[in-house]
């Protein structure tokens, strides 16, 4: 896999400086081989992986190629969704910084017509849009491609899968013969194979092969998994394998701030990504993920496209892909550099039936994963422990405290007591599971990772013991409330706190005025409390949600506070009068 100075290829002075600008070192292994090509005029059919840089392959050509001077359409690119005609516009628009008199525009689905028939009036040489409102623009009058030079086709199959097959062939038809065309696709089944055959002329072939594309680095697993204890099952995985890098994909924006949520209060720092976030938001995520501000991104497969992170230690599909391509893509973001990744999937009910012809017709090498029991969950969690006290003391990284162990030694302990005791407060400290510290965001040095605080359901009370692989029962139990009321919506109920079976030592009881009435979840409760003390979600234990109150379990010791931090604070719109709840916590 080659890959050359962008110096090399033949670039004018404009373009070197944008590309420089960007901060692109090198040009990537497609990028090296299509632009030269591409330059001559040539047809090209272009094949690599995600986050390759198949978009500066194709607009880099194709801006060198555009005349400034001449006011009309020259290059259209053709994108399958709206966000992804947004991406390659800016970074279109990026590369064609120091070409002066090139302006460029995005047209697609759902934004105004206004805009675009304004900035097709105002003479843009570049469009890149979706076939559906390409076409519908073409048929208006508004976008004229007789002077059309280069025609792109980004994520071919993927357009194809969408239905957009007849679009595309009346634009290819519309455009003049004399278009350069430059085809890119992840696959090319016979559908591509068919229309390039009779629209390109003599195309060079550019394959680039991807470490990833068989993936053969990455440990894949699905996991039967009911659909209402998925986050329980996830959390189960994360933790045993101290997982610290990973994106989590779900199929749909709700799911996605859901999920992003319900991970935040249960003390895993996370973040999230999908089409309705801004364009200037999702960057920011982006940064801050591929710089290991947090943990795990959960993300929809649209937003994460052209994320270009690659070293991350696992990829879940919380929801199974729509198909192998997409889970091709998924997982090919782990098990790259020549490091083992892991792969997990989870299935629920008639989705074994998909997931089994999607590894029958792409020869996906995936094995049948058990989820962790609770007491794999402490072991593991033990170890982890076990390894940070190891390392700490080969490393010497730690004070000495002679004095006080020699006082204890004194008073006739045994030194193997004293260090029981002292895990035993460590592990009873609220925030502490199995570590005493909180956990921090997740670093770069792998070495000796901060413990991470002890997800609510491993406490010992009432946790949910197995993950039930399918039942109703449960659930409908949840969704009466003390009175046999129907509760709130049941979705939220099943992640959370256990309900509180009267309140551990340690831990004190408050008392809030909002409830059920209010819609509010555990997830609310523990995030606003997270949120306005920054104290770890596991300083919260039990909550019992009731008709117009709630009772949270909280560390005691950070009782004071909270009451005094969440008073007057809204939460679904009422302001909060927290107070202790004295006595015996059970209601
Ligand atoms: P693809 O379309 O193949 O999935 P993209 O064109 O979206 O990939 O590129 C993925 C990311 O890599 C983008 O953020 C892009 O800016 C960046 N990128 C592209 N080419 C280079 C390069 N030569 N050097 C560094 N980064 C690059
Ligand atoms: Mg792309």
């Known amino acids: 896999m080659e890959k050359r100075p962008f110096a090399e290829l033949g670039l004018s002075p404009d373009l070197l400086k944008a590309v420089e600008k960007m901060g692109f070192e090198e040009a990537s292994p497609i990028q090296t081989a299509v632009i030269p090509v591409a330059l001559t005029g040539r047809d090209v059919v272009g094949q690599s992986s995600t986050g390759s840089g198949k978009t500066a392959a194709f607009a880099i050509p194709a801006l060198e190629r555009v005349d400034p001077k001449q006011r009309a359409v020259q290059v259209l690119v053709l994108c399958p969704t709206r966000e992804l005609a947004v991406q390659v516009a800016e970074e279109t628009g990026k590369l064609a910084l120091f070409k002066r008199g090139v302006m460029g525009v995005p047209i697609y689905g759902g934004q105004s017509y206004e805009r675009q028939f304004r900035a097709l009036a105002a003479g843009v040489q570049v469009v890149i849009g979706t076939p559906g409102r390409v076409m519908d623009h073409m048929e208006r009058g508004t976008l004229k491609l007789d002077a059309l030079k280069i025609l792109v086709l980004d994520e071919t199959d993927r357009m194809l899968d969408m239905g957009f097959r007849d679009d595309i062939e009346h634009i290819l038809k519309a455009v003049p013969t004399t278009r350069q065309l430059l085809f890119f696709s992840a696959t090319i089944p016979r559908m591509i194979q068919d229309l390039i055959g009779r629209y390109t002329k003599d195309p060079a072939w550019i394959r680039i092969e991807s470490v990833a594309q068989n993936a053969p680095q990455v440990e894949q697993r699905w996991f039967e998994v009911d659909r209402r204890s998925k986050i329980e099952a996830l959390t189960r995985l994360i933790d045993v394998n101290d997982f610290r890098y990973g994106i989590i994909f779900c199929s749909t924006k709700i799911m996605v701030d859901d999920l992003d949520e319900h991970l935040h209060a249960r003390g895993y720092a996370t973040d999230r990504l999908h089409g309705d976030i801004s364009q200037a938001q999702r960057d920011r995520v982006m940064q801050k993920f591929r710089e290991r501000k947090f943990e795990f991104l959960v993300a929809t497969d649209v937003a994460a496209r ?254 004071g506070l909270i009451v005094q931090k969440l008073a007057g604070i809204k939460l679904k719109g009422i302001a909060l009068e927290p107070s202790l709840a004295g006595g015996e916590s059970k209601s």
Not at 312 to 333: C, K, M, Q, S, W
Not at 335 to 351: H, I, M, N, P, Y
Not at 389 to 397: E, G, P, Q, S, V
Not at 449 to 475: D, Y
């Open 306 to 559: 052209g994320l270009d992170v690659d070293d991350l230690e696992v990829v879940f599909n919380f929801d199974l892909p729509n198909d192998a391509e997409d889970y091709t893509h998924r997982i090919g973001r782990t098990g790259r550099a020549g490091r083992k990744g892991r792969a997990f999937t989870f299935v629920s009910g008639q989705e074994l039936y998909k997931l089994q012809s999607m590894v029958r017709w792409a020869k996906l090498d995936v094995h049948r994963g058990k989820i962790p029991s609770l007491d794999e969950v402490d072991e593991a969690r033990t170890n982890v422990f076990f390894e940070k006290i190891r390392t700490t003391l080969d490393a010497k990284d730690f004070k000495p405290h002679d004095r006080m162990i020699d006082r204890l030694l004194d008073q006739g302990y045994a030194s193997t007591d004293i260090c029981s005791a002292l895990i035993h407060l460590l592990q009873a400290a609220p925030g502490a599971g199995g570590g005493p510290a909180k956990a921090a965001p997740a670093k770069p040095a792998p070495a000796a990772k901060p413990a991470r605080p002890a997800p609510a359901w491993a406490k010992p009370v009432a946790a949910p013991e197995p993950v039930p692989a399918t039942g109703e029962t449960e659930i409908d139990r949840e969704r009466e409330d003390d009175d046999g009321h129907p509760a709130g919506p049941p979705r939220k109920s099943k992640y959370e706190r256990p309900a509180r079976t009267g309140r551990e030592p340690g831990m004190a009881t408050v008392f809030l005025n909002v409830g059920r009435k209010q819609l509010v979840t555990p997830a609310d409760i523990v995030g606003k409390i997270a949120g306005v003390t920054r104290l770890p979600a596991t300083a919260v234990g039990a909550i019992d949600i009731h008709q117009r109150h709630t009772l949270a379990d909280v560390a005691a010791e950070h009782a």
